[in-house]
Nanobody, 121 residues
Framework: QVQLVESGGGLVQSGGSLRLSCAAS????????MGWYRQAPGKQREVVAVTISGGNTNYADSVKGRATVSRDTAKNTVSLEMNSLKPEDTAVYYC???????????????WGQGTQVTVSS
């Protein structure tokens, strides 16, 4: 199995910046997708940014221009940097990975436990 651990969440001021990190560990043969989702109070979970192997990184319209996702393939980590933070960015942020455990296993999705980001006004 795969475990995802997020870090970097906390309380930040409106207009500030933050960096979230996610480390994947466990039985990992190949990672196909890495990215970030978030869920604000009273809202459904939504995509923030995802990067697909062999493809581009896609950002949600709400964060485009303010967010940058970076993947370190060798370390199985992914980070999310955001600036010009708004109160509307307040949410629990979840790391998301699609990976396979061996050459004969189909890929499976995994979720981190989530890290709270609160942007104060």
């Amino acid at each position: 199995q795969v475990q995802l651990v997020e870090s970097g969440g906390g309380l930040v001021q409106s207009g500030g910046s933050l960096r979230l990190s996610c480390a994947a560990s466990g039985s990992i043969f190949r990672i196909y997708v890495m990215g970030w989702y978030r869920q604000a109070p009273g809202k459904q979970r939504e995509v923030v940014a995802v990067t697909i192997s062999g493809g581009n990184t896609n950002y949600a319209d709400s964060v485009k221009g303010r967010a940058t996702v970076s993947r370190d393939t060798a370390k199985n980590t992914v980070s999310l940097e955001m600036n010009s933070l708004k109160p509307e960015d307040t949410a629990v942020y979840y790391c998301y990975v699609v990976s396979s455990s061996s050459a004969v296993q189909a890929p499976s999705p995994y979720w981190g436990q989530g890290t709270q980001v609160t942007v104060s006004s």
